[in-house]
């Protein structure tokens, strides 16, 4: 794939997910101009994993569902990697993950910037007995950006297509799920399981999500203090209690909602 074809694709992918979001919010008539606040790179290609320095000018540059699995092993190994810069590798499309194990532990989160450069990640998760599931399983003031997940992630609690748990600060935003999220127990999120902290915005779900409580289009259960706006679900949710076509709300002071739509 040429260089010109990767740039047209990154376009494309983000003018889908704005054009998306917009048609939504245009069913209200006060609704705001959507405007997306990510940041656009120039196009990476992959090395040797980690050969970088991990800025945002330098950043690591993910070459291959091996270094996406090498990473989620450093993590768990204890490299949070703060404020480090990761980025997807311009010349891919999709990567094909299978039964990954996601990055970051409530032991070790992720705490950096992953921008995906409108990459699909398949997923085949299924981990019924753990908690922290989906391509991320616990961040903290992380920025989790510009790709979607498709395929299956299935776990106890706190599972997302996304990531299953975001603590203390940080960002989603400009991502989208096709997935089916199943929780067999507590928190299950079109696109994120629980939100402690922190700001989802621009995302959009099309897949389907089961728990036995707590299921939401986009996220499974949120705390106080967070942020989530411009954002919809046309999946389908389903719980044996608490379902919600965007949010379940476990503590709803100083929470910011808007242009959210099911």
């Given amino acids: 794939m040429n260089k010109v074809n990767v740039k047209i694709r990154h376009v494309i992918f983000s003018l889908l997910l704005i054009v998306s979001l917009i048609a939504f919010i245009g069913m209200s008539q006060n609704a705001p101009r959507l405007e997306p606040d990510f940041i656009r790179r120039e196009p990476y290609y992959a090395t040797a994993f980690l050969s970088e320095s991990g800025t945002s000018t330098n950043p690591y540059v993910i070459g291959s569902s091996d270094d996406m699995h090498e990473l989620s092993r450093r993590v768990a190994a204890g490299e949070r990697f703060t404020n480090k810069v990761f980025v ?3 010349d891919i499309s999709e990567l094909n993950l299978g039964n990954f194990k996601p990055i970051g532990t409530s032991s070790y989160p992720f705490e950096g910037t992953f921008d995906g450069s409108g990459v699909n990640f398949v997923l085949s998760i299924s981990n ?3 908690d922290y599931q989906g391509l991320f399983g616990y961040v903290r003031n992380a920025t989790l950006e510009n790709f979607s997940v498709s395929g299956t992630i299935s776990g106890r609690s706190y599972v997302g297509s996304i990531v299953g748990f975001m603590a203390t600060g940080g960002t989603i935003r400009n991502v989208y799920s096709t997935a089916t999220v199943t929780a067999s127990s507590n928190y299950a999120g079109g696109i994120l399981g629980y ?11 099309r897949g389907e999500v089961l728990a036995n ?3 939401a289009g986009i996220v499974g259960g949120a705390y106080n203090s967070n942020t989530i706006t411009n954002s919809y679900s ?3 949710v389903s719980a044996n209690s608490t379902a919600a076509g965007v949010v379940n709300e476990m503590d709803n002071r100083y929470n910011t909602r808007s242009n959210l739509y099911y």
């Fill in 88 to 90: 997807l590798g311009a």
């Fill in 195 to 205: 939100l402690e902290r922190g700001t989802v915005t621009n995302t959009y779900f």
């Fill in 234 to 236: 046309a999946g389908k």
């Fill in 213 to 215: 409580y707590y299921a």
């Fill in 128 to 130: 019924t007995s753990s």
